[in-house]
Structures are given as C-alpha cells and as structure tokens.
C-alpha cells in the first residue's frame, strides 16, 4: 500500500466524512491507501479531538465541534478568522521592513498574506512563496518577479513542498525570509504543527540574509508537535503588543530586534 504521511491522512479522513456525510472505515482504508487498522487508529486521535464520531460503523463530522474550537487542527480558512486585527497591523509593520530589490521569502499562514497586502506595487522585489494563498496575492499585487516552490500540495495550509523545491530553496539567496510558526517556547524552541512544513522552512531560512519571525502573541508559551528552529535563529520578530513583558524581556536578552505593531 502506498505510504501517506499520518499528518496528512488525518485530515484527509476530516475532509471525506465532511465531504460526503460520513463513511465507513473500510471506504476510508481503500481510499487512503492503509489497513482499517491503522484508520482505527487514526479515529481514536480524532474522536479525542471531538472532529468526528463513529454512529453505526460509519464515521461522521462532529457537528457540533468545529476546527476552529481545535487549537491543534489548521485549517487555512479558519485561521484567516482568528486575531484579524493582529495580524492586520502585524503584516503592515513586516512590509515596512522589505526595501527594494530584497527578495523575500513568503513562509505559509494568513499573515504572509497580510505582509503582501501591504507590499507597494510598485516596490521592485522578488517574491519567493510556497503557497497558494501567498502566490494568489503577489500575482494580485501584480508582482513580476516570483520564484514559486512546487510540489505535493497540502490543502490544509494551502502549501507545495518538494525535494526539488527544497533544492531550489537552497540555490536561493533570500533577502529576507518571513517565517511562521504555531509555538514558541523557551526551553523547546519554535514549532509548527505540520511535519511537511519542516525542511521548507529550514531552507528558506539557511538561504537568508536576514531571518525574521511573524506571528501573534498567542503563540508565544505554546508547543506544537514539530520543532524546526530556537528562537535565537532568528534576527528580528514582529508580534502584536499583547506580547508580555517577560517575554520582550527575553528575546531582547537574545539579541533580537523586536518590532511590536
């Protein structure tokens, strides 16, 4: 049977029984390519996340629980929902810091869209982007100069990841490179919560001039299950002002330039 990422198959699971109303658990084993077993499993995770329920053998949606009230499942279109105003002021603030001729790198998550948004049309750039949601809006901007990282899609985050596109990564010098994340931890470092979200991030990074992490202040004192980078990789992080004093306290100890918007 052809291998499917656990990550990957979960949602996948999510978006059929939505999709069609429910299924059964031998439909999904053929459809994702696994033993009923290993679907068994998976349900155990998603029935303790309340996204769905098992009702006469057949596996349904969870009505009544949403993704959004599931802080450890991303759904591209449920974050655009949460924190708007944050990451509004958050993606102003980013896009003041790209000068002309940067080329910059566009991580996943609504606030690259944000950063975008607020990008002059007229500023000559490279825009390097690995989603779709990110290439919909430099293409909007009517950027001209997009170096697009292809691959296998992930329609959670709207994301293509690659060895090939890794590859490119690397022959890629970046400006500045804008990173998300789902967490950051003092003792355990940056996270995200995709696997698949890893090495694209490592790459954009090691190729950058400058590395700066954007994300809410509702991130910082979390942990997600995949570690990519320590806070201290990073030159300069743009957050909202909810972030606690503790916390500038800290990252100013580090070294790091912090823009609070």
């Not at 974050?79 to 790209?98: D, N, P």
């Not at 002059?120 to 949601?133: D, E, F, K, R």
Request: hydrophobic share 40%; proline share 2%.
């Amino acid at each position: 049977m052809v291998h499917i990422d656990k990550q990957d198959r979960i949602k996948r699971i999510v978006e059929i029984v939505k999709a069609k109303n429910g299924e059964s658990i031998k439909a999904l084993s053929e459809q994702l390519g696994v033993t009923e077993m290993t679907i068994r499993r998976d349900l155990v995770h998603l029935k303790a996340s309340r996204l769905v329920k098992v009702v006469s053998g057949a596996v349904v949606y969870d009505g009544e629980t949403t993704a959004a009230d599931n802080p450890d499942y991303y759904d591209l279109s449920t974050q655009r929902r949460r924190r708007t105003t944050e990451k509004y002021r958050i993606g102003k603030v980013a896009a003041s810091l790209i000068e002309a001729d940067d080329v910059v790198y566009f991580d996943i998550g609504t606030t690259a869209s944000q950063i975008i948004q607020h990008v002059p049309s007229s500023l000559p750039i490279v825009a390097v982007c690995c989603t779709m949601n990110a290439l919909f809006e430099v293409r909007k901007r009517k950027m001209e100069n997009i170096i697009f990282i292809g691959g296998t899609y992930h329609s959670d985050v709207q994301m293509f990841e690659s060895k090939e596109g890794i590859e490119l990564l690397n022959r890629t010098r970046i400006s500045k490179a804008f990173i998300s994340a789902a967490g950051v931890d003092g003792k355990l470092g940056v996270t995200c919560i995709n696997n698949y979200e890893v090495y694209t991030k490592q790459a954009a990074m090691q190729g950058a001039l400058e590395k700066i992490l954007v994300l809410d202040s509702s991130k910082f004192d979390v942990v997600k299950p995949a570690f990519f980078a320590r806070l201290k990789d990073f030159d300069a992080i743009v957050t909202d002002s909810q972030l606690s004093s503790e916390w500038q306290d800290q990252i100013e100890a580090l070294g790091i330039k912090l823009y609070i918007a």
